[in-house]
């Protein structure tokens, strides 16, 4: 366990080097010359050989990949091209914070409901609730959230008006519900199959029968010796979650018009702005590398029998 | 040849080389199609997929109008006799968008099955386990890397930035060789759409293939096989590769929904298959993702957006829903 845990801390920054190079290389043989969109209409030679000199563009490619990184572990990705003498950095930071906390919430509804629903599920194999919720599953897999966003906005915002249609106002505000519910859905039937399965493995274990010979209530042995085993392979599957759910994200982000980074990020695809697009995939990559090494960490934890080779 | 005597005399029931002709006519793939067909679920989601593609690769057959000709006089209609699904804020059909952006999602997914899954996938997977070694190593962290964004930021960034730079070529190109209309063909789009997709469908089946041939690997048959000294190509060929490819069926048509799904997600970003080709992504977002504008559509013309929906999600869905079939049909154990 102790040595799997080392392994897995060791690889880890060599993950994050092989990904940050991989960036720094996309972005420097990606299309457009940041002296020339610097300058715009004042491009001249000698000012770009000036400001190319000044910003150190002239160095080895090594060379920038260290100050780049380095920068970047401190917070510094470098100013926009677009935004003149704005850090990236700053113009990222409130977006990113935003962004953050709609995933969040998402994230929350699709573990809070899709772990209780497979598990109900699951106790209730061999009546119709099983089956119905299985179809459902199915079906809200197939659901890209951009066909859930304008469904959700149309009864619930349009036709019934329970709830406003766009906007953002923080994360107590009730215009954070529909986008976190849209960004949630896929992610419920992804939690429900998953805690389903694992329930009904569990549920034929000899353990839990020994725990029901014993005399314990139903309640007692659903609580502590089905769900809490159950819950161990939902665990890794955390991860590859957060990543799916992503792309929802940005699209959610668009159709409710919330002021993340999703529109920002594609407005700096289209006028090429790299230093933003690099730091963006840069801090995309380090989350998840970091988010799968705590689910997979924990996963040891949790589970004692477990041990990696 | 001495191998096939050999062969005669130590016939081995996992390889399918193996059997004599009359075994070959129960081989395991007649098997698993008779039980494929038996299933009334997988039968009606290949029927659905059978619909759509055909109607996708002959677009130019089914459409009743030309699916970018706007016409001003006719925004915004219900469905009619001469607009089947009506018309969007432009006064195009949305019938004839859909069947043309069908097409286009038909083309990404076939260039993402055959390049992804199928040639890079498969032949690293099955590379990987056979060889093993720093081969196996070396593409397995690649592959981890590659693994290690977020599916969607890939896709986005290698689109950004291929895109300029693949047309910029292309451009020099059609002025060196004096061939015109490669760019505005679209074909580059699709190209580089394709690529973005790649990261998508390569590593999964990679990891799959390769595992399944390093269990193989142990299987007497392969031992018997490389003890009469099968050549390597014949080996991982006709050997290892027939015994993989059921969980490749099934993995390949998972992959399908997902890659339509990414398509559609490029596209509605616009980062796709640019205008003046219609796809699906793009029709939803003029509907949903332009602000106020868009609400007052989505509140007086819902149904324009019923139609891309409905087709996205009926592919997506039967994708899966054959997926699960044929995982049943081929791994009947792991339901």
């Given amino acids: ?309 | 040849m001495a191998t096939e005597t050999l062969q005669d005399v130590f016939p081995s029931d996992t390889g399918p080389d193996a059997g004599r002709e009359e075994e070959r006519s129960h081989s395991p793939f007649r098997r698993a199609l008779g039980r494929l067909l038996r299933k009334k679920i997988a039968v009606a989601a290949m029927t659905v997929l059978f619909i759509l593609y055909g109607a996708g690769i002959f677009a130019q057959f089914v459409d009743t109008h030309d699916p970018n000709k706007i016409d001003l006089r006719a925004t915004q209609e219900g469905p009619s006799w001469d607009h089947w699904l009506g018309t969007d804020r432009a006064g195009r059909d949305i019938y004839s968008r859909v069947v043309w952006g069908l097409q286009t999602t038909v083309i990404i997914t076939l260039i993402g099955l055959v390049t992804g899954s199928l040639v890079l996938g498969v032949t690293l997977g099955l590379l990987a386990g056979y060889y093993r070694g720093w081969f196996d190593v070396s593409v397995m962290r690649f592959g981890e890397v590659v693994a290690s964004f977020p599916d969607v930021l890939l896709i986005i960034l290698i689109a950004a930035t291929l895109r300029p730079r693949i047309i910029n070529t292309t451009r020099d190109f059609e002025d060196w060789s004096g061939i015109d209309g490669i760019v505005s063909s679209g074909a580059v789009d699709f190209f580089v759409v394709g690529i973005a997709l790649l990261p998508l469908s390569w590593f999964g089946m990679m990891r799959l293939v390769r595992g399944q041939v390093l269990s193989l690997r142990a299987m007497p048959f392969v031992e018997s096989a490389q003890a009469i000294g099968v050549s390597t190509p014949r080996m991982i060929f006709s050997h290892l590769l027939p015994n993989v490819l059921g969980p490749i069926i099934v993995t390949a048509s998972f992959g399908l929904g997902a890659v339509a799904g990414s398509e559609i997600f490029l596209s509605f970003l616009g980062l796709g298959v640019q205008p003046p080709r219609p796809s699906l992504g793009f029709m939803i977002n003029d509907v949903t993702a332009r602000g106020a504008a868009s609400v007052s559509v989505l509140q007086n013309h819902p149904e324009q957006l019923l139609a891309p929906i409905a087709v996205i999600w009926a592919l997506i869905f039967c994708w899966n829903l054959l997926g699960d079939s044929l995982n049943d049909v081929f791994n009947p154990r792991t339901r």
């Fill in chain 1, 1 to 309: 366990m102790l040595a799997y845990t080392v392994r897995r801390l060791l690889w880890t920054p060599v993950l994050l080097v092989a990904v940050s190079l991989f960036v720094f290389v996309l972005g420097e043989y990606g299309p457009g010359d940041p002296v020339e969109v610097a300058l715009g209409q004042n491009y001249t030679e000698e000012r770009a050989e000036r400001l190319r000199e000044q910003r150190g563009l002239n160095d080895p490619v090594p060379v920038r990949y260290f100050r780049y990184i380095g920068n970047a572990l401190k917070g510094d990705f470098g100013d926009s091209f677009v935004f003149r003498g704005r850090s990236v950095a700053g113009l990222l930071g409130p977006k990113l914070w935003v962004s953050a906390r709609l995933f969040f919430a998402g994230f929350a509804i699709s573990v809070g409901i899709g772990v209780p629903l497979g598990f109900f599920a699951a106790t209730r194999q061999g009546t119709w609730v099983d089956p119905t919720i299985v179809a459902i599953t199915l079906v809200l897999l197939a659901m890209p959230v951009f066909i859930f966003a304008p469904a959700l906005i149309l009864l619930f915002a349009l036709n019934l008006s329970w709830l406003p249609v766009s906007g953002w106002g923080g994360f107590w505000d009730t215009r954070i519900i529909l986008p976190a519910v849209t960004i949630g859905m896929p992610g419920i039937a992804v939690m429900t199959r998953m805690m389903r399965a694992s329930t009904l493995d569990v549920l034929g274990q000899d353990y839990v029968r020994t725990a029901r010979a014993k005399g314990l209530g139903e309640f007692t042995v659903r609580r502590r010796h089905v769900a809490r085993n159950a819950l161990i392979p939902v665990l890794t599957i955390l991860g590859f979650s957060i990543a799916g759910m992503l792309g929802g994200a940005l699209i959610v982000e668009l159709i409710y018009g919330i002021p993340g980074v999703a529109r920002f990020a594609l407005d700096s695809i289209f006028s090429r702005d790299f230093p933003v697009i690099t730091a963006l995939a840069l801090i995309g990559a380090t989350a998840l590398v970091v988010a799968n090494l705590v689910v997979d960490i924990l996963y040891a934890v949790v589970d004692p029998r477990i041990t990696y080779r």
